[in-house]
Nanobody, 124 residues
Framework: QVQLVESGGGLVQVGGSLRLSCAAS????????MGWFRQAPGQEREFVAA????????YYARSVKGRFTISRDNAKITVTLQMNSLKFEDTAVYYC?????????????????WGKGTLVTVSS
């Protein structure tokens, strides 16, 4: 069974940085486009960032562009989200996602596999 396991969440001050990682259980996921979503309390889950299978193309939500960077290491089957200049509104549970049918997971409907999430809390 395919598993995506996130790590790296925690408490950080406004303006600080965190690095999230997603480890995949199956080597075949190195051929999947991968991404990150987040869900803040009381809000719907939203797209954050994604990358194609090679890491050569990346996509970002407008709210995080310039502050977050997504990357992947296909040898280790990991996807990383480097988050800088964090804001209060970045507080959310962050989910790793693998796209279906070769699609970039920029929408919920394009996701084949989900991780269980890791909580990021930005405080003053």
């Amino acid at each position: 069974q395919v598993q995506l396991v996130e790590s790296g969440g925690g408490l950080v001050q406004v303006g600080g940085s965190l690095r999230l990682s997603c480890a995949a259980s199956e080597r075949t996921l190195s051929t999947y486009a991968m991404g990150w979503f987040r869900q803040a309390p009381g809000q719907e889950r939203e797209f954050v960032a994604a990358t194609d299978w090679s890491g050569g193309s990346t996509y970002y939500a407008r709210s995080v562009k310039g502050r977050f960077t997504i990357s992947r290491d296909n040898a280790k089957i990991t996807v990383t989200l480097q988050m800088n200049s964090l804001k209060f509104e970045d507080t959310a549970v962050y989910y790793c996602a693998a796209g279906k049918y070769g699609l970039v997971p920029s929408l919920d409907t394009r996701v084949e596999y989900w991780g269980k999430g890791t909580l990021v809390t930005v405080s003053s």
